[in-house]
């Protein structure tokens, strides 16, 4: 299996401008996470869905960040309008919904707006 | 807030020495996980002890678990120039549908050759 596959590996955008984050996770997992990581707050989890359901997003930002799961292959992690305060790795995982279970991390999209 | 709080926040060792990071959290668990994250990549699970073990053997990893004390310690022994990175603990409260992790603020080792 190749992974859990993120894409574009860097973005840098200017302020204002909409951006897509994209993730694919590990054929057969079905839960998934996206995470923001930055220097000042650490890992922080934003959203995570469970059988393409999303289950707790009370950690995204605010209004400006939206995430889907059309199906069990694909996320996206939209935001907009970005901010330079949005500047982060964004990492996808996934895992399966069961105890004992280790998450899968992507490599991460390194974000920067300016 | 974070469940898990790594400490030290950072360590530096000459290679051959031993590394023990420890993580504490606040609430029951489940289990707890260790990570570690090379700079510039993602997460790598390293090893996973339940809330049932007090110990878990991985290689030259060893972690114990204390639930009395909410506490986790990860020692890497025989420490090589290559464990340089930062190392996370998670735990999973089991709450929530989906193996949801709450993962602490790290703990950067750097191993100087």
């Known amino acids: 299996d190749a992974g859990v596959i993120q894409s574009p590996r860097h973005e840098v955008t200017e302020m204002g401008q909409e951006v897509t984050l994209r993730c694919k996770p590990i054929s057969g997992h079905n839960s998934l996470f996206w995470y923001r990581q930055t220097m000042m707050r650490g890992l922080e989890l934003l959203i995570y869905f469970n059988n393409n359901v999303p289950i707790d997003d009370s950690g995204m930002p605010e209004d400006r960040f939206s995430a889907k799961m059309p199906n069990a292959s694909f996320s996206t992690l939209k935001i907009q309008p970005s901010e330079p305060r949005d500047s982060a790795v964004y990492f996808c995982a996934s895992s399966f919904d069961r105890l004992g279970y280790e998450q899968y991390f992507g490599p991460g999209t390194r974000l920067t707006v300016t | 807030s974070q469940q898990g709080e790594e400490d030290p926040q950072a360590l530096s060792i000459q290679e051959g020495e031993n590394a023990t990071m420890n993580c504490s959290y606040k609430?029951?668990?489940?289990?707890l996980q260790w990570y570690r994250q090379n700079s510039g990549r993602g997460l790598v699970h390293l090893i996973l002890?339940?809330?049932?073990?007090r110990e878990k053997h991985s290689g030259r990893l060893r972690v114990t678990l204390d639930t009395s004390k909410k506490s986790s310690s990860l020692l890497i022994t025989a420490s090589r120039a290559a464990d340089t990175a930062s190392y996370f603990c998670?735990?999973?409260?089991?709450?929530?549908?989906?193996?949801?992790?709450?993962f602490g603020g790290g703990t950067r080792l750097m191993v100087k050759p």
């Open positions: 609430t029951s668990i489940n289990n």
């Open positions: 998670a735990t999973d409260a089991g709450d929530n549908a989906g193996n949801m992790l709450t």
């Open positions: 002890i339940r809330s049932n073990e």
